[in-house]
């Protein structure tokens, strides 16, 4: 019989709540990478119908000017603020930035590199990617 | 033995009881796994790895479960407690705070029967980033000599050697639960070891091994291995500080 290997698989991957505030970043920037690579897609596509010409064009951009159009521009900005601002916090830490210095633990052991910093530096992406958000439905529901 | 049990229960007014639920698998002639629930009397201090034993003792012999030093140190019995990895002996029920405890075996790691896992791919990434002293001398030859090291350098790498493989980070890591060919967190932690050590020559060699697609790269920096980890080894600071390192961050 082939040796199971129990992984536990991508439900245990994304699954953010058993390992704090840390766990729920790093679901958020892979969420918010696919989001933005789809996005990403999505823009070459948009941008090629100005080879339709005009028409095309203005057809195109009627379509994103929906309600439902601003919303998903209002999510790409979010996915982009956070993604910027936690991957700034992310390669910081990659680089062995803000992570601790090592040292004789004591119990009960709280890990070093699990410190405010970074947990400031994630509510801070997650914070300035709501205001961005809600920012950017302002401006687009507002006109 | 239900003599013993009750005996037990009379001599301690304080005890409490849960319901301990217990994976039950053998891979030989189970399809999959199931659960079996027992009715278990505790103190303030009695341990999962505790109600276990008393599970084998008075209801069912057959529970598979893997310990030795009963005191965190051996690092054998790892286990899913309540949805997260840790060290049975080391967990005590009443701080679970739950009246029922949920265990399953360590993810990640093949199953051999119930809650014991098998750790032969943990031991061999664990061999593969050479996990002792690499240099051409050696201080056996001669009586005079000696590797010394102040107490600053032995602060470097004290934390990371504290590891007792008991790979509960391996579990926790979200790398690791897709990956196969990822060395994991505790592999890792030790390169660091080994590298921030100052008697040891092997750097070069060792940072070969990692620098692998499912080496050093694949870590994300999720830090559930750090929170898992029984002994304040904190495996991402050590995997971080290599990369650093690696990158050209840190020297
Ligand atoms: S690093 Fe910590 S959790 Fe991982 S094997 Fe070593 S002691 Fe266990
Ligand atoms: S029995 Fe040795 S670590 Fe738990």
Request: proline share 5%.
């Amino acid at each position: 019989m082939p040796q199971d290997e129990h992984k536990e698989g991508i439900g245990g991957m994304i699954n953010p709540r058993r390992y704090g505030i840390e766990r729920v970043a790093y679901l958020l920037m892979r969420l918010s990478g696919l989001g933005l690579l789809a996005y990403f897609i999505g823009h070459i596509y948009e941008t090629s119908n100005i080879l339709r010409g005009q028409v095309g064009w203005n057809d195109f951009m009627e379509m994103i000017s929906t309600p439902e159009g601003h919303i998903i521009m209002s999510i790409v900005i979010a996915m982009c603020v956070f993604h910027t601002v936690n991957g700034v916090r992310v390669m910081l830490g990659h680089g062995g930035v803000g992570v601790g210095k090592p040292a004789r633990p004591d119990y009960p052991y709280d890990p070093a590199s699990q410190n405010y910093r970074h947990k400031i530096g994630i509510y801070s992406a997650i914070l300035l990617a709501a205001v961005a958000m809600m920012y950017g439905l302002a401006v687009m529901f507002g006109e | 033995m239900a003599q013993v049990s009750s005996v037990s229960n009379e001599q301690s007014p304080t005890a409490k009881s849960i319901t301990l639920k217990i994976s039950r698998y053998n891979p030989e002639h189970d399809e999959s796994s199931g659960f079996m629930e027992f009715n278990v009397k505790y103190e303030k201090w009695t341990t999962v790895l505790e109600a276990i034993l008393d599970v084998k003792k008075h209801f069912d012999h057959s529970v598979a479960v893997r310990y030795s030093c009963r005191q965190a140190t051996c690092g054998s019995c790892g286990m899913i407690i309540n949805g997260k990895p840790r060290l049975a002996c080391f967990t005590k029920i009443s701080e679970l705070d739950s009246n029922t405890v949920t265990v399953e075996p360590m993810n990640n790691f093949p199953v051999i029967r119930d809650l014991a896992v098998k750790f032969e791919k943990l031991f061999d990434t664990h061999q593969k980033i050479k996990p002792y002293l690499i240099r051409d001398d050696t201080e056996l030859v001669s009586d005079e000599k000696e590797f010394l090291q102040t107490p600053e350098e032995v602060e470097q790498y004290i934390q990371f050697a504290n590891c007792i493989k008991c790979g509960l980070c391996n579990s926790a890591c979200p790398t690791m639960a897709t990956d196969s060919s990822f060395v994991g967190p505790q592999a890792l932690a030790q390169a660091y070891r080994y590298v921030a050590d100052s008697r040891d020559k092997g750097k070069d060699s060792r940072l070969k091994i990692i620098d692998d697609s499912h080496g050093i790269w694949r870590c994300h920096f999720a830090g559930s291995c750090s929170q898992v980890c029984p002994k304040g080894v904190d495996p991402a600071m050590g995997i971080q500080l290599l990369r650093g390192y690696m990158l050209g961050f840190s020297s």
